[in-house]
């Protein structure tokens, strides 16, 4: 089975993530993210292996950088653009993660991955 490794040790931002899965998986089939969620969920079907491993270096980290402060951020700055049938879960979302509860960015991020039958996330 094909593994990309993404090496998360100096993640300290949404931003460094998203460069990170750029330069461990996303580039290599072709494409460029910019950090759009639901962009990164097409993404992950695009490598042409049946199933494949994503091996998340650094994981322990990665979930601090990417807790509940960063969820709180990115659901400010998507709270604006989000369709306004979404408004009033997103202000959920976001007064959860504001308090530190709640799901993570971490979590949402190894949600996408989880929901995708052919990715096998590995925790490192």
């Given amino acids: 089975m094909k593994r990309f490794t993404i090496d998360g040790r100096q993640v300290k931002s949404f931003d460094d993530f998203v460069a ?3 330069a461990g998986l996303i580039e290599g ?4 993210w910019n950090g759009n969620l639901d962009a990164f969920n097409d993404y992950l079907s695009w490598p042409e292996e049946q199933e494949y491993e994503i091996e998340l ?5 990665l979930a601090q950088h990417l807790g509940h402060v ?7 700055t998507h709270l604006q653009m989000c369709h306004p049938s979404n408004v009033t879960e997103m202000e959920s ?19 996408i991955i989880a929901n995708n039958p052919r990715v096998h996330l590995v925790l490192r």
């Fill in 20 to 22: 990170a899965m750029n």
């Fill in 29 to 32: 089939v072709g494409g460029l």
């Fill in 57 to 61: 270096v650094g994981a322990a980290g």
């Fill in 70 to 76: 960063a969820q709180a951020a990115w659901l400010r």
């Fill in 93 to 111: 979302r976001l007064a959860l993660a504001a308090v530190g509860q709640g799901e993570t960015l971490f979590d949402v991020v190894k949600e």
